[in-house]
C-alpha cells in the first residue's frame, strides 16, 4: 500500500506526508476478511505520524471466481506535534494479471 495523507496545520505550517507498507495476515471476520496495517509516514520538519490501522473488508476486482480484490482504509494517523492527518487509501491487488 502507498499514499499520502491529506494536508494539516493549514492556518499554521500545512503539509502532508507519504506512507508505504504492506498489510499483515488475514484476520477472518463475517462477510470476509480484513488485515492490520502498521507503518508510519516520511518525516517533516522533525516528526512523522505511525499508523495503526484495520482496512475493511474485500473487494472483488477481478473476474468472476477469482480471488483478486483491494481493501479500503478511511482513516488518520497517530497525533504528533499536536496534529493528525486523515487519508483515505487501498491495497494493491495481489496477483494483477490473475496467474
Given at each position: 500500500m502507498l499514499?499520502?495523507?491529506?494536508?494539516?496545520e493549514l492556518n499554521e505550517d500545512p503539509h502532508n506526508h507519504r506512507f508505504a507498507g504492506v498489510t499483515e495476515e488475514i484476520i477472518k471476520v463475517p462477510g470476509g476478511h480484513i488485515h492490520k496495517f502498521t507503518s508510519k509516514?516520511?518525516?517533516y520538519e522533525d516528526h512523522f505520524h505511525p499508523i495503526c490501522v484495520t482496512t475493511g473488508l474485500q473487494v472483488p476486482v477481478g473476474k468472476c471466481?477469482?480471488?483478486?480484490?483491494?481493501?479500503?482504509?478511511?482513516?488518520?494517523?497517530e497525533i504528533e506535534d499536536g496534529h493528525c492527518h486523515r487519508?483515505?487509501?487501498?491495497?494493491?491487488?495481489?496477483?494483477?494479471?490473475g496467474d
Open positions: 499514499g499520502s495523507v491529506r494536508l494539516a509516514t516520511d518525516f471466481g477469482d480471488e483478486r480484490h483491494v481493501h479500503f482504509i478511511d482513516s488518520q494517523t487519508f483515505i487509501a487501498a491495497t494493491l491487488i495481489e496477483n494483477p494479471i
